[in-house]
């Protein structure tokens, strides 16, 4: 078995924005096709076309449907993977030693070499980060994309993990949450970010931004509709040059 190391320096991990994630599944994809063209840890899949699929996936978005005591129900896109936890229950309860924290960067990997596919570790992870590969039948997780961030002969830019890189609606942050001054740690100050179960003592260093409250009312999303209403009325009642020619047109066939 695998013991943790000391809290490290720099806990490099996530940080999600619930408000702004749209739940289009981009950094999911972006995370199994790095993975799937031999860096990191390729991920297997079976059936993969299939009656019934199954493969494994380092980071999911399941989406549901909240209901705020006051105001309409809002659907909520959620985002999961290993938080990279300081005190990662999956660590200790490995019987091999395959899974392991990096003491210089805080970050969770599993050796696949070692691994001998008990499932131990995904017994213990509270959070159902770990995901075993149906085709090499070794347990597999998201490794932040370590295979990225340390590679110097990437451009800067993309030394970051590739759900990060994808994410179109920029509601995936990455960086050091040892370091009051990142740009991630601002983030979460500014935010009100927030541990995900910290009642599990795993203390997981990725952080999540809660969405943000919406101006609702009796009558309805605030006053946008009144301010937008006179750029919304149809400014000719019935249709003018070639979309009045083509309406007439059709209307005749």
Same mark, same amino acid.
């Given at each position: 078995? +695998? @013991? ?16 702004? %994630?749209?739940? $289009? ?26 009656? *019934? ?26 985002? &999961? ?8 229950? %999956? ?19 599993? !050796?696949?070499?070692? $691994?001998?596919? /008990?499932?131990?570790?995904? #017994?213990? /992870? ?6 075993? *590969? ?7 997780? $998201? ?15 993309? &030394?970051?993990?590739? $759900?990060? &890189? ?33 009642? +599990?003592?795993? @203390?997981?260093? !990725? ?6 409250? =919406?101006? #609702? ?5 605030? *006053?946008? +509709? ?18 009045? #020619?083509?309406?007439? +047109?059709?209307? =005749?066939?």
């Amino acid at each position: 078995m +695998t @013991a943790l190391p000391p809290e490290p320096v720099r806990k490099l991990g996530l940080v999600i924005d619930l408000d702004t %994630c749209v739940g $289009c599944h981009a950094c999911v994809i972006a995370c199994k096709g790095w993975n799937d063209v031999a860096y990191g840890a390729p991920l297997g899949d079976a059936d993969a076309y299939g009656a *019934d699929p199954s493969g494994a996936f380092l980071n999911r978005v399941h989406s549901y449907e909240v209901q705020p005591p006051d105001g309409p129900a809002q659907h909520v896109h959620f985002p &999961r993977s290993c938080l990279h936890c300081d005190s990662a229950p %999956c660590v200790p309860v490995c019987p091999t030693g395959a899974s392991y924290k990096r003491a210089e960067d805080g970050i969770v990997l599993v !050796n696949e070499d070692a $691994c001998i596919g /008990c499932g131990l570790c995904a #017994w213990a /992870c509270p959070y159902g980060a770990r995901e075993m *590969d149906p085709s090499a039948g070794v347990m597999k997780k $998201c490794t932040l994309c370590v295979d990225r961030i340390y590679n110097d002969a990437l451009p800067e830019q993309d &030394r970051e993990p590739a $759900c990060v &890189r994808t994410c179109p609606s920029n509601a995936r942050h990455f960086g050091d949450l040892a370091d009051p001054e990142s740009a991630a740690s601002q983030l979460v100050e500014a935010r009100g970010g927030f541990a995900l179960m910290p009642e +599990t003592g795993a @203390a997981p260093v !990725n952080r999540y931004l809660p969405p943000r409250e =919406k101006d #609702w009312d009796e009558t309805g999303w605030g *006053d946008e +509709t009144d301010v937008l209403a006179p750029w919304l009325a149809p400014v000719a009642e019935e249709p003018q040059g070639f979309l009045g #020619w083509l309406d007439r +047109t059709l209307g =005749k066939v």
